[in-house]
């Protein structure tokens, strides 16, 4: 069983409609708050050598992420930290107040708790225009495939290429490129927090269309050899980048750095020069 | 050091105004839009025997509890679940689902994790006007100090009495109540998780004035030799009642149940009978 699996017993009982996009909704005056929540803990998430202020600045990260891929703004994070030892709070509150204030958001609450593993759960607030909202479905055949940045970087860490630490260690979420993206067009949008490959197979669960990529044209992490490359941009886990299609009249989308990567189908599938890609990355395993 | 110390570690950060309430306040629309945040693991959280519908409900339970307490209607929950075994999620999901649709509210997101030690992170929004929303300053000298239901039950079934374990084991948070009493002019208000003492001490700290109890006025749980329920209702934890200060021209708040249990001072002290209450309840301690 897999995490993908799992969620289907979520589904089974709070209902399909709430666990298809990277952020709830909620209406909000005229406006649209978007909400989601995160855990991230020492044992999966926090790589041996990352001080308690990259800790709060990833926990912080990765959910104002999953507001950016909605081209939403973010606007406020709630913080719950579970200790395994007092001295960290101070440089995870600060990592995590940096991160907000760099990206607009502010910390409004949390919860303080003991724990044998340190675990950190944020939840993330963001609000959006009606219109301007940017969902997981939404792609149409002819759009074009889109992802901002380098995928690949943050695991290229993890396999030993030192360079890229910062990357794994102090993502970057999209946010300014999110809302730029809605307003420019976007039809679909998520986060490649699992890699592009199972990102593709989400976006392919919920549009009735597939996606074929171009090897080509994919941004490789540098000073690494092409094929190991390859395979971390697809199936490597740790980056934040905004994986997208855009109607090909709304190319180009001014004040973002993004690479054309392949179409949108009408066949069924995840493709790359042709061939099948692997259904594969980030995912826990259940036992 | 304890939980109320490593408090100001965070308020030191990102200030003070964030973090008084059991809820943020967030603008939305014509409204204010109330947001908290729990943290709840099976080795301080989880008594033993609970099954893990009572897992998902307690951890829904909780954070409505919050909302009620500013007086708000719960609207929506998110809920991330670090889980030490995949079995488990299924029995937690439809205990908290069965929770929020006792209460009104509904599930729209969370998180699914991998973790050595269960802990479920719920996050709670809701929605109040803005002239009914109620806080924890507020009180007035000559106020009435109020508490719906009877505290000390959740902790009598810790100390042995056996017919307390629903109170301890299924929370039922006062959500209606805390609606009407918003409505019906209370002053100030929070819930006693941590027991009537603490509760009064946090009050304590941010209003100008203090509390004074009689001690035959308080309710206590049934069964039980006078002394150690009092002990129990003043100093125990688990409880979900909501403790309030009331106007004696508001008094009687029809619809709802609860005691009148004492007055509002000038004096800024804590007195039951006159005599200062032990500041002592539930709280960790940080070595």
């Not at 919860?111 to 340190?118: K, N």
């Not at 549009?207 to 490597?236: R, V």
């Not at 179409?263 to 599938?269: A, D």
């Amino acid at each position: 069983m897999d995490d993908r699996e799992l969620l289907s017993v979520v589904t089974g009982i709070i209902g399909k409609e709430h666990t298809m996009d990277d952020c709830a909704e909620v209406p909000c005056g005229d406006q649209i708050l978007v909400v989601t929540t995160d855990m991230l803990h020492r044992s999966t998430d926090f790589v041996e050598g990352m001080s308690t202020w990259q800790m709060g600045w990833m926990s912080a990260a990765v959910t104002l992420s999953d507001i950016a891929s909605m081209g939403a703004e973010p606007k406020y994070l709630l913080i719950a930290v579970g200790l395994d030892g007092w001295k960290e709070l101070a440089g995870i509150m600060q990592g995590a107040q940096d991160c907000c204030k760099r990206f607009g958001a502010m910390i409004i609450g949390g919860d303080i708790d003991r724990h044998g593993e340190l675990t950190i759960v944020t939840t993330g607030l963001g609000l959006a225009d009606k219109s301007r909202i940017v969902r997981r479905s939404g792609a149409h055949p002819g759009d074009l495939v889109c992802i901002t940045g380098t995928p690949g970087q943050a695991q290229a860490y993890i396999d030993g290429y030192s360079e890229f630490r910062k990357q794994l260690f102090e993502p970057q979420p999209r946010v300014k490129e999110g809302q730029l993206l809605a307003r420019g067009g976007a039809s679909a949008m998520m986060d490649d927090s699992d890699g592009v490959a199972l990102s593709l197979y989400d976006l392919l669960s919920v549009n009735e269309c597939g996606f074929s990529l171009d090897s080509a044209k994919l941004p490789l992490p540098s000073g690494i050899p092409e094929k190991q490359a390859c395979e971390l941009a697809l199936h490597g886990g740790g980056d934040y980048e905004l994986i997208f299609t855009l109607p090909p009249h709304s190319h180009p989308v001014y004040g973002v750095s993004y690479s054309v990567i392949g179409t949108v189908t009408r066949e069924k599938s995840v493709l790359i020069d042709g061939l099948p890609v692997e259904k594969r990355g980030y995912q826990h395993k259940w036992e």
